[in-house]
């Protein structure tokens, strides 16, 4: 028997002809460390993707470069067929290597290749959204991406992508993709402490266009700040809860993708995220990284 549905945070947020939930949730984690391999408990990972979906989740993030394929599998395994709300977003442009390295692979035939591979992993057709992973594991790296993105535009045009995006990029590379075709989201890290794209949230906001935020909480090292565990501490919630109510009233074009590999840490975020943040909150935390 499932356990009571939760009020998702934030709404929906509709992606030019896809309408997602605001809180969405990110399968990375579902692999095994350092996201390589499978999961020590594959029961418990078909279950958090079984729990998100019957919770009401619209929009999950995934890529067949974690594991390699193994987060795809489990979401094929888990939730296939799919509800037809459901809207499954990946990312192409990195593979992974024995060390569990994160080269790049931007070639066209690499392009095509992964696509084909998402295709097939995740028993689809046709990807909703396929964001294109630019830069490195160090974080964005200037450079044209014209050929790169031209190339999922020619897969667009196959039909075999309804949408494009872009993760890991420069204000500038988003501008360059945009006069190549329409992109409906940006993924790039952001949160309390890495406010880098501050900017371009908010010119994204009046254009239409979502920004999805990666390690909202701070990735492989969780944030830490004195200010934000003094609201923690006044509104009676843990840090991790602040810190993505506060992303959801950063602003509206802003998706949320927390993961996680546990049923009642998902849970726990998706009430978390609920927080209402006053005035005084929010100017605590807006200091946090600036």
């Given amino acids: 028997m499932s356990t009571p549905s939760l009020s998702l945070p934030g709404g929906t947020r509709t992606l030019s002809d896809l309408t997602v939930t605001r809180f969405g949730y990110g399968a990375m984690q579902l692999a095994g460390p350092w996201v390589m391999g499978p999961p020590t408990d594959r029961e418990g990972a078909l279950a958090v993707l079984r729990e998100a979906v019957d919770l009401g989740i619209t929009h999950i993030d995934t890529?067949?470069?974690?594991?390699?394929?193994i987060t795809n599998e489990l979401i094929r395994e888990a939730l296939h067929p799919y509800p037809e709300s459901l809207h499954i977003v990946t990312k192409v442009g990195a593979t992974r290597?024995?060390?569990?390295?994160?080269?790049t692979a931007r070639r066209p035939e690499d392009l095509r290749q992964q696509v084909h591979d998402n295709l097939k992993s995740l028993q689809l057709d046709v990807l909703d959204l396929v964001n294109l992973r630019l830069g490195n594991a160090e974080g964005?790296?200037?450079g044209s991406l014209a050929e790169a993105f031209e190339t999922l535009v020619e897969l667009q045009?196959?039909?075999?992508?309804?949408?494009?995006?872009?993760?890991?990029?420069t204000e500038g590379q988003v501008t360059e993709a945009q006069s190549i075709a329409p992109i409906v989201c940006v993924q790039n890290m952001y949160n309390l402490a890495h406010r880098h794209d501050d900017k371009l949230i908010d010119r994204l906001a009046t254009e239409g266009v979502a920004y999805v935020p990666f390690f909202p909480l701070g990735g492989f090292t969780p944030l830490q700040s004195s200010a934000l565990s003094a609201v923690a501490a006044r509104l009676k919630a843990t840090q991790m809860s602040v810190a993505l109510a506060w992303l959801l009233q950063r602003s509206p074009n802003i998706l949320l993708i927390p993961g996680t590999s546990s049923t009642a840490h998902l849970r726990e975020n998706i009430a978390g995220a609920g927080?209402?943040?006053?005035?005084?909150?929010?100017?605590?935390?807006?200091?946090i990284g600036r």
């Fill in 97 to 103: 290597d024995e060390q569990g390295g994160w080269p």
């Fill in 63 to 69: 890529s067949d470069a974690y594991g390699p394929r």
């Fill in 140 to 142: 964005p790296q200037s």
């Fill in 157 to 169: 045009q196959q039909g075999l992508i309804r949408h494009l995006g872009v993760s890991n990029a």
């Fill in 275 to 287: 927080l209402s943040l006053s005035h005084e909150d929010l100017t605590e935390l807006d200091d």
